[in-house]
């Protein structure tokens, strides 16, 4: 998979970069497995902005992907599809039963291939096994932190993690953050590489592709009314902001910590800040 360039005809077509999409089969989704998407951007019944830097961009639907195939079965991949609600490729598959699924798909997978999932599937990209199965070493995506909960981790594309080790129920995970973390041995992943992996090399470009991806523009703080945010207001001068700086909603940030869940602190092995304990 690679980057097309565009025709130098504007200054933003000089900066545009955008995909090939050779990857995909088919142009046409699944009805059956679309959903409505509600536009959540917008104001409240007070008039307030309870989404920020939301709003417009072309309509889409909704993909149903399902993160907790069915165990000890067999699937065939039947297509390649674009997702707009998300950077990595899904895959359109098909179980022995006929039933038909959305899952996130792999740099492997091929229309036409076959997968397999369940603790005796075999350790080939794309199976998706229980971690007790997979030998260390392996990457892995679409990793469960609770065992038949689904895919809840690694998810997004070009991502992968690493098994570094099994010990005592627990498996040791290397994220693609840095962080290293323990997950049970009998929760499920997948094996292989999220797909689509030069999507963190397309540039934008231009400020009407943002906005028809329904992204609006954002400001900075002190540019704005006092009523909108703590650093807005003043006489117009060009000032610092006078203390310690804060979100819209008053909280501090910019370094600040704001990580609180605690309850899971005790399966971080190694933090992704500089290898401490967070």
Same mark, same amino acid.
């Given at each position: 998979m690679?980057?097309?360039?565009?025709? @130098?005809?504007?200054?933003?077509?000089?900066?545009?970069?955008?995909?090939?999409?050779?990857?995909?089969?088919?142009?046409?989704?699944?009805?059956s497995?679309?959903a409505s998407?509600k536009q959540m951007?917008?104001?409240n &019944?007070?008039?307030?902005?309870?989404?920020?830097?939301?709003?417009?961009?072309v309509?889409?639907h909704?993909?149903?992907?399902t993160?907790?195939?069915p165990?000890d079965?067999?699937?065939?991949?039947m297509?390649?599809?674009?997702?707009?609600?998300r950077?990595?490729r899904i895959?359109r598959v098909?179980d022995? &039963?006929?039933?038909?699924?959305?899952?996130?798909?792999?740099?492997?997978?091929?229309?036409g291939n076959?997968f397999?999932?369940?603790k005796?599937?075999?350790?080939?990209?794309?199976?998706?096994?229980p971690i007790?199965?997979? @030998?260390v070493?392996?990457?892995?995506? /679409?990793i469960?932190?609770?065992?038949g909960r689904?895919?809840?981790?690694?998810?997004s594309?070009?991502t992968?993690?690493?098994?570094?080790a099994?010990?005592?129920?627990?498996a040791?995970?290397?994220l @693609?953050?840095g962080e290293?973390?323990?997950?049970?041995v009998?929760?499920?992943?997948?094996i292989?590489?999220?797909?689509?992996e030069?999507?963190? &090399?397309i540039?934008?470009?231009? /400020?009407?592709r943002r906005?028809?991806?329904?992204i609006?523009?954002?400001?900075?703080?002190v540019?704005?009314?006092?009523?909108?945010h703590?650093?807005?207001g003043?006489?117009?001068?060009?000032?610092?902001?006078?203390? /310690?700086?804060?979100t819209p909603?008053?909280?501090?940030?910019?370094?600040?910590?704001?990580?609180h869940?605690?309850?899971?602190?005790?399966?971080?092995v190694?933090?992704?800040?500089?290898?401490?304990?967070?």
């Amino acid at each position: 998979m690679s980057i097309k360039a565009y025709r @130098p005809t504007t200054p933003a077509q000089r900066q545009k970069t955008t995909q090939d999409f050779d990857q995909i089969t088919t142009r046409k989704p699944m009805k059956s497995l679309l959903a409505s998407k509600k536009q959540m951007a917008g104001k409240n &019944n007070a008039g307030r902005i309870t989404v920020r830097h939301r709003g417009g961009g072309v309509k889409r639907h909704y993909r149903i992907l399902t993160y907790k195939l069915p165990a000890d079965s067999k699937f065939e991949i039947m297509e390649i599809e674009y997702d707009p609600n998300r950077s990595a490729r899904i895959a359109r598959v098909k179980d022995q &039963n006929g039933t038909y699924y959305y899952v996130i798909a792999d740099g492997s997978m091929r229309k036409g291939n076959t997968f397999e999932t369940g603790k005796d599937a075999a350790v080939e990209t794309s199976n998706r096994l229980p971690i007790e199965n997979i @030998p260390v070493g392996t990457f892995i995506y /679409a990793i469960e932190l609770t065992p038949g909960r689904g895919a809840q981790i690694v998810r997004s594309a070009g991502t992968k993690a690493q098994l570094m080790a099994k010990e005592n129920g627990y498996a040791t995970i290397k994220l @693609p953050s840095g962080e290293m973390r323990k997950v049970l041995v009998n929760c499920e992943a997948s094996i292989g590489v999220v797909g689509n992996e030069q999507h963190q &090399n397309i540039k934008i470009g231009s /400020a009407g592709r943002r906005r028809r991806k329904g992204i609006r523009p954002t400001v900075r703080g002190v540019v704005m009314n006092a009523t909108d945010h703590p650093h807005g207001g003043g006489d117009g001068g060009r000032h610092g902001t006078g203390k /310690a700086p804060r979100t819209p909603w008053g909280q501090l940030t910019l370094g600040y910590r704001t990580r609180h869940n605690k309850k899971t602190n005790k399966m971080i092995v190694r933090s992704r800040h500089e290898g401490k304990r967070k």
